[in-house]
Structures are given as structure tokens and as C-alpha cells.
């Protein structure tokens, strides 16, 4: 007579081979391997069958995708996808892999950790991650700058068709009428292309940078990041209060280096001559023309200086 622990034994045994095989009839019930079958009618039940965890994991994943509760909480086992099955078949057997395919929610992710490795900020109030730029909205916002709105898009294609160019652009135009917002888009897109930028707000990185007279080291990173990546901007330029240290060894430095190099691209409510005369006079050196003219000798021949019109934006909205 068998005990009871035997008979217990024997009827769980029982109980997960009928569970297990009520799963298995739900799986290959499932429309997603019924689809499969018609793609490949030759697959066999003992082929499913001997696949199962493959079949279970895409069909599982598949409602997880329909529900999904966002990716930080996906509950699939890599995070924002989902499985495939893709069928191959060698030497007379059908072989079933099972692939792992990407969410829109993922690739979103990705692209903004592209961004974010690509661009760095210092001290620019703009937003580069996600996709926060639409072509017609910044049309329609204000139809006087149309014409610079196009100059600018008209750039990114042209970058994306022919590569880096060594000419930038220079943004001039009032407060407010979007230069900001235009070189932050033509930096985003231009990322997703695979290109680096920089982009600098003027006057709060002026008063670093005469700090880091005391961290060369840190000085001496900031300035090859500047010299060396594919596009930067210099935003607000012409409302720094400029040292002549600044001016010379900081600003100089990095246009000598990247002029016939690389594009610069400038935002300012002063235009060329008058940005000249701002950089030849100092508080501590008093009018240096010449310094002024040196500087923007690396500046006028390497520009398409776009004319931004419009009303004033901030605020509205």
C-alpha cells in the first residue's frame, strides 16, 4: 500500500503535468503563434511544442506591451522590448529564434541619451532632450521670421546632405525672437545626426571662466571641449562683461582654433560692427581696437549672419 506522502507525490505530479499542459494549449491556442503558423505552415507541433518558452515569453510580452505600464515599470525581461520569433529552416528542421525588437518608448529613451552624450550645456536655459522641436510651430509662432527660421532648417539639411561645414551662423535680431530656441534646434537635430555641440549662455560663462584662472586643469578641459566638438554656440554673445584675460586667452584661444576647422555659431542682439566695438573696450584695459578687430577676424569671414525679426515671445504662452 502506498503512503501518503507517495499518493501526494504522485497526484501534484499529476496536477502540474495537467496545468502544464493547459498552458501549453493556451500558448499555441494564441492568435501571435496562430500568425506564425501561417507564415510558416510547415512548423510542426512537436516543433512548437519542443519551443515553448519562446512561444510563451512572445505571447507574454506581447500583452505586457498592450498594457504597458511606461518604461521605467516595463515588466518584460529587458527592459522596453519585447520578443520575436523569427523561423529558419536547416538541414530539413525548422528552427525557431527568438529576438529581441526595440518599443517606440525605448528608441525615445535611446535618442535622448544620444542627446544628452552629445551636447553639453553651459548654463543655456534650452531643453535638447526628447523632440521638443516642430518645424511648424516655430513658422507659424511668428511669421516675420520666416526667413531665418528656413535659413536655419535649411542648414541642418544641408549639413546632413554634404557634412560639417567650416561656416557657422550669426543669430541677430531683438529679445525674445527665438535665436535661442533656432540654434538649440539646429543642435538637437544635428545630434541625432551624430554630431557633438556645445552650447554657451555668454554672460554667466564669462564670470566661470575667470574663476577657472585658479583650475587650469579644469580650464584646459573646458577649452578643448570647446575647440574640439563639431558645432558650437555662443549664445547671447555681446552681453558678457569681458575681461581682457577672457577676452584674449579664453575667447581668442578657442576661435583660432576652430576657424577653417569647424563651424561656430553666434546668437546676439548686437550686429557685427557693433559687437567689435564691444570687444575692444574692457573696464580694466579701457578701448583696444585692434584686440577688438583681432577677435572679430575670426568671426565675420566664418558666419552667415541671419537677420531674426519678429515680436518678443517670452512670456507669451
Request: hydrophobic share 30%.
Amino acid at each position: 500500500m502506498d503512503s501518503i506522502g507517495e499518493a501526494l507525490r504522485t497526484w501534484q505530479q499529476g496536477s502540474r503535468l495537467q496545468e502544464a499542459e493547459k498552458l501549453a494549449e493556451r500558448v499555441l491556442g494564441d492568435p501571435l503563434v496562430r500568425k506564425l503558423r501561417e507564415r510558416y505552415p510547415e512548423l510542426t507541433d512537436r516543433t512548437l511544442r519542443i519551443n515553448l518558452n519562446k512561444l510563451y515569453q512572445m505571447t507574454n510580452e506581447y500583452r505586457n506591451c498592450k498594457e504597458c505600464p511606461g518604461l521605467e515599470r516595463c515588466p518584460n525581461d529587458m527592459q522596453g522590448h519585447s520578443t520575436r520569433i523569427e523561423c529558419e529552416e536547416t538541414n530539413g528542421e525548422w528552427q525557431l529564434f527568438d529576438l529581441k525588437t526595440p518599443c517606440s518608448k525605448w528608441t525615445a529613451f535611446e535618442q535622448q541619451e544620444m542627446i544628452r552624450r552629445r551636447i553639453t550645456s553651459y548654463h543655456a536655459d534650452v531643453d535638447l532632450l526628447g523632440d521638443p522641436y516642430d518645424e511648424e510651430q516655430m513658422l507659424d509662432l511668428d511669421p516675420e521670421r520666416e526667413l531665418s527660421v528656413n535659413r536655419v532648417m535649411q542648414y541642418v539639411e544641408e549639413t546632413r546632405s554634404q557634412g560639417l561645414s567650416k561656416r557657422g551662423l550669426y543669430l541677430m535680431g531683438s529679445f525674445g525672437t527665438g535665436k535661442t530656441y533656432m540654434v538649440s534646434y539646429l543642435l538637437h537635430k544635428l545630434a541625432i545626426e551624430g554630431f557633438s555641440g556645445v552650447i554657451v549662455y555668454m554672460p554667466e560663462f564669462v564670470e566661470d571662466a575667470k574663476a577657472l584662472m585658479m583650475e587650469p586643469q579644469k580650464l584646459k578641459e573646458t577649452l578643448t571641449l570647446m575647440k574640439e566638438c563639431d558645432l558650437l554656440v555662443f549664445d547671447d554673445i555681446g552681453a558678457e562683461n569681458l575681461s581682457p584675460w577672457v577676452r584674449d586667452h579664453v575667447l581668442g584661444a578657442i576661435l583660432n582654433y576652430r576657424m577653417n576647422r569647424k563651424p561656430t555659431f553666434y546668437t546676439s542682439n548686437h550686429d557685427l560692427d557693433s559687437l567689435e566695438k564691444h570687444f575692444s573696450f574692457t573696464h580694466k584695459e579701457g578701448e583696444e581696437l585692434h584686440k577688438g578687430q583681432r577677435l572679430m577676424d575670426r568671426i565675420r569671414p566664418f558666419v552667415d549672419v541671419v537677420h531674426v525679426q519678429g515680436h518678443n515671445q517670452r512670456g507669451n504662452g
